[in-house]
């Protein structure tokens, strides 16, 4: 069965450091999002990504975030530095159809980032 | 604006006992409404869902009943198994907010 795969599981790193995770989406699929989850709080949406371009994203993707899809097949979530409160679990998902119109998003793993 | 509201965890039952995760739910418009499963060391996954009201949705012995009325999408299983320990998390989406608008998710251990 097809499946969104992120790398890595866990990554540490320390405040002002850079980080990129990566995720590979369903091949098939064209509609991509991040999605993040701070330790006991709700899953919030952070960006949708289609045709090669942002098509929505929250107030929390400020400019210390960065999406791209450097070759087709991966899907990466840059932070360009580090800070404490970045510390969560970043789940990547994909859709068929615009939006997950259905709900029907599929998951990865999540990446769980540490921030010293 | 949108919101979603789920019973807090985390919930611990016995093996066969009977479930229910309340969730209600905020929305302008006609939402879709999700219930997503996440097993321990694995990602989301959808569990069920239902895109209008009074649809039943169904999966693995579970069912949610889309409840206009009562703005209510209530997640239960006649009899759970140590396999259903996992967090669940309700979500709506609105075709307003073209995204997934998640509840906080609810602990769920059973005990043989």
């Known amino acids: 069965e097809p499946e969104v795969t992120q790398t890595p599981s866990h990554q540490v790193t320390q405040m002002g450091q850079e980080v990129i995770l990566r995720c590979v989406p369903i091949?098939?699929?064209?509609?991509f999002y991040w999605y993040r989850q701070i330790l006991g709080q709700k899953v919030e949406f952070l960006v949708s990504?289609?045709?090669?371009?942002?098509?929505?994203k929250s107030e929390i993707f400020d400019d210390q975030f960065s999406v791209e899809r450097p070759d087709g097949s991966n899907f990466t979530l840059k932070i360009r530095s580090t800070k404490l409160e970045d510390s969560a679990m970043y789940f990547c998902?994909?859709?068929?159809?615009?939006?997950?119109?259905?709900?029907?998003?599929?998951f990865g793993e999540g990446s769980r980032l540490t921030v010293l | 604006g949108n919101s979603v509201t789920q019973m807090e965890g985390p919930v611990t039952l016995s093996e066969e006992a009977f479930l229910t995760i309340n969730c209600t739910y905020t929305?302008?418009?006609?939402?879709?409404l999700f219930w997503y499963v996440q097993y321990p060391g694995e990602g989301l996954q959808l569990l069920l869902k239902?895109?209008?009201a009074d649809d039943k949705g169904s999966n693995k012995g579970f069912e949610a009943t889309y409840r206009k009325e009562t703005t209510s999408f209530h997640l239960e299983k006649g009899s759970v198994q140590v396999s259903d320990s996992a967090v669940y998390f309700c979500?709506?989406?609105?075709?307003?907010?073209?995204?997934?608008?998640w509840g906080l998710g609810t602990s769920l251990a059973v005990n043989p």
């Open positions: 998902a994909s859709s068929e159809i615009a939006g997950g119109s259905t709900g029907e998003l599929f």
């Open positions: 091949s098939n699929h064209l509609y």
């Open positions: 990504f289609y045709n090669n371009e942002i098509s929505e």
């Open positions: 929305a302008t418009g006609y939402p879709s």
């Open positions: 239902a895109t209008k």
């Open positions: 979500a709506l989406y609105a075709g307003n907010n073209r995204k997934l608008i």
